[in-house]
């Protein structure tokens, strides 16, 4: 069983940056995928950056690509995502998931979509233009 909480969300400018962060509990944190979603008023969450268990592999969305670096630190049981050039398009509510990693390939495209099991409950970003 994995916990998970974000923080880290707020109000910023188009141009901007934030970084946030997700606190995970139990002992096995550092045996799960991580990943971060968000949904935007009116539409279908989507996947936004995945790394794999031992941070070795990451995964981005297009639209994130260059802009949104995802990291952990298993020690601390915690996975952040530094987001940069912020454009009001990101505007969402932004959620930590976790799962359980199957076989990857170098590139890591499973990371995106692969079952997660747990999810936090998510915090909001808005982007001012």
């Known amino acids: 069983q994995v916990q998970l909480v974000e923080s880290g969300g707020g109000l910023v400018q188009a141009g901007g940056s934030l970084r946030l962060s997700c606190a995970a509990s139990?002992?096995?944190?550092?045996?799960?995928?991580m990943g971060w979603f968000r949904q935007a008023p009116g539409k279908e969450r989507e996947f936004a950056a995945a790394?794999?268990?031992?941070?070795?592999?990451?995964y981005y969305a297009n639209s994130m690509k260059g802009r949104f670096t995802i990291s952990r630190d298993n020690a601390k049981n915690t996975v952040n995502l530094q987001m940069n050039n912020l454009k009001p398009e990101d505007t969402a509510v932004y959620y930590c998931a976790a799962g359980p990693q199957p076989p990857l390939s170098a590139w890591g495209y499973t990371l995106s979509t692969m079952r997660y099991d747990y999810w936090g409950q998510g915090t909001q970003v808005t982007v001012s233009s």
């Open positions: 139990g002992r096995t944190f550092s045996r799960y995928a």
């Open positions: 790394i794999s268990w031992s941070g070795g592999i990451t």
